[in-house]
């Protein structure tokens, strides 16, 4: 047995016997002859507690149990808690420890072999050589991760192993790391790489995986694919990988239908198929021109494939994407958000990866904050995706809940360490809670490892302004600016910047432009704000905010909490728009969402 096979063959689920209860090895509950149903999130929690009997389980081991890694609210770990006790009794074996976690106190033994942990995989995006579209590396990497981590957390197969952070990996493969470099840096077990080449009628999928602690190799394999057959891809290398590491040498996708193989609507299928990975690759590049093509791709297919939810959830993500950065109106994103969770025929289980962004969605442009909790807490079970983190994060900050939202970024970055965003948004989460030291202190941190992230300057330009380094926050906003000039918020960053540094008529020459740029297009003024506030004009940071809140513009809770407006604190309209959120929580508090 090979070092792979023997790893894999470490990953076996173990049945256990406490009190009168058995839980066999595929999940089985009984009570004597009863069964008794869990839930998948309750089987995780137990089985989570009956491998550490005795031992205190934090409350965000159960977060990284219970949500796939995935930062979850702490009400969600208690109810699920609070239902398996029912389902438990007579049996008083849950304790609580105050502040500390749970600990499973009966008598627990063992049934088989011991839990083995599954293997850490780092997907890289697949290098593609002349001939090939440029989004195929990245999507072939992204379906086939998103396949694995499925199959796993369904529990209908044993697959020992979990990908790793995926947006880390992608910042880390853009720099030229060395895919062994990449893995020793997430602390994964294993590595994959590869490329595809175009052949006259097939593409060529070369795979190899490797060990992230010596980087020898683990195992190669090329692969064919007609070219009609492209959405088979990611299915193929998903299967290969199952094959190599699954136990049983069994593929998790056996006997899964392939709809390229239908011989009704192949082309539309593969059009479709064609034009969601094209307009997912697109609208992450976050350039003005480049998510308007992938918001055209996207309608393409739902057009083409009416049944194809990855794409309605892929357009919410560009639609929220879209107006945090300017590029479209809040009113126009909210509709299209709305009509992709209401298509003809949907299901529950259809729109569930749609509910975080309507969950945005009704905060920020409906104003419905029971609503938007509902929908977030509808998508508590779902698999860790970045942008879901993302909008449960801007939720949070908006509601002034700094030091959840900072527990949040805190969990995401466990995850996904090497991901940008996250730790520009920590560092403003600190700003907008008035910890000052610390806000600064992580901006340096952030740029030190971001210095291009657009992301990171943005954030990190506006603490350093506001904390007497106006120079280097000048430079930043600048320079930001320059490169993106339809990203409004670094406008306004700049002409703060500017403010602060003691150039005024500077930063009054960035702000008329920026007025007369209104006049032809959309803009996002929300942070002009802080520039008036800093240039000694109240009534027009006052105005600015006002159309904010005509807007619905998605930065206005937000920022009604930036320090840098708090000579803005006593003005009646603005009382009045913190009294708009108040009236929102008030609401929640009488409508709250069920569990």
């Not at 602390?187 to 790489?193: F, G, P, S």
């Not at 392939?258 to 593969?270: A, F, Y």
């Not at 509601?399 to 805190?410: K, M, P, S, T």
Request: charged share 25%.
């Amino acid at each position: 047995m090979d070092r792979l096979e023997s790893a894999a063959a470490g990953f076996v689920r173990t049945g256990f016997r406490f009190g009168g209860f058995r839980l066999d090895a595929d999940g089985t509950l009984s009570r004597g002859e009863a069964q008794i149903h869990l839930s998948p999130k309750e089987l995780a929690a137990l089985r989570l507690l009956l491998a550490n009997p005795g031992q205190i389980v934090t409350l965000q081991e159960f977060k990284q149990a219970l949500c796939d890694d995935a930062p979850a609210l702490a009400e969600g770990v208690s109810k699920c808690l609070a239902s398996l006790r029912k389902k438990l009794e007579p049996e008083e074996c849950i304790e609580t420890i105050y502040k500390r976690g749970y600990r499973f106190s009966a008598v627990v033994r063992t049934l088989g072999d011991p839990v083995g942990l599954p293997l850490r995989l780092a997907i890289l995006p697949f290098a593609v050589e002349y001939g090939v579209p440029e989004y195929l590396g990245p999507a072939i990497a992204l379906e086939a991760g998103t396949r694995i981590e499925a199959a796993r957390s369904s529990g209908a197969h044993r697959t020992p192993v979990s990908t790793v952070a995926r947006e880390s990996v992608s910042t880390l493969a853009r720099r030229g790391v060395a895919p062994q470099q990449i893995g020793e840096m997430l602390k994964a077990d294993l590595v994959l790489k590869g490329s595809i080449r175009a052949l006259p009628a097939h593409y060529r999928l070369y795979a190899e995986m490797i060990y992230a602690a010596d980087g020898s190799q683990a195992w190669a394999e090329d692969l064919l694919v007609e070219r009609s057959r492209i959405a088979g891809l990611e299915t193929e290398l998903a299967n290969l990988v199952s094959r190599r590491l699954n136990p049983d040498g069994l593929s998790i996708f056996a006997g899964a239908a392939d709809t390229q193989q239908e011989p009704e609507g192949i082309e539309h299928r593969r059009q479709a198929y064609e034009c969601f990975q094209r307009g997912r690759f697109e609208w992450q590049t976050f350039e003005r021109h480049r998510m308007q093509d992938a918001l055209r791709h996207l309608l393409q297919a739902i057009e083409l494939d009416p049944g194809r939810t990855a794409a309605r959830v892929e357009l919410a993500h560009l639609c929220i994407a879209q107006e945090i950065y300017g590029f479209m109106p809040p009113v126009v994103a909210a509709e299209l958000v709305h009509r992709m969770a209401t298509a003809p025929g949907e299901t529950a289980a259809d729109i569930e990866g749609l509910l975080p962004a309507l969950g945005w969605i009704s905060f920020h442009a409906d104003r419905n904050l029971p609503m938007a909790l509902s929908c977030f807490r509808q998508a508590e079970h779902l698999p860790y995706e970045p942008w879901t983190m993302r909008t449960l994060t801007l939720l949070t900050l908006g509601r002034h809940r700094f030091g959840e939202a900072i527990a949040l970024l805190e969990s995401v970055l466990r995850v996904d360490p090497w991901s940008p965003w996250p730790q520009g948004r920590l560092a403003w989460a600190h700003h907008l809670a008035g910890d000052v030291a610390v806000s600064r202190q992580l901006a340096h941190a952030a740029l030190e490892r971001f210095p291009l992230h657009e992301g990171v300057q943005l954030y990190c330009a506006m603490i350093l302004a506001f904390n007497g380094e106006a120079a280097r926050a000048v430079e930043l906003a600048g320079r930001l600016a320059q490169r993106l000039p339809y990203f409004d918020l670094a406008t306004g960053a700049h002409a703060y910047a500017l403010a602060m540094a003691g150039q005024p008529d500077a930063a009054h020459g960035v702000l008329e432009r920026f007025e007369w740029l209104s006049r032809e297009r959309y803009t996002l003024k929300t942070f002009s704000a802080a520039a008036y506030v800093a240039l000694g004009e109240t009534g027009k940071a006052i105005d600015v905010l006002r159309s904010a809140e005509h807007s619905r513009c998605p930065w206005l809770f937000e920022m009604l909490a930036d320090p840098r407006l708090a000579p803005l604190h006593a003005e009646p309209e603005f009382q009045s728009m913190l009294a708009l959120l108040a009236g929102m929580e008030a609401s929640a508090e009488r409508d709250p969402p069920e569990a």
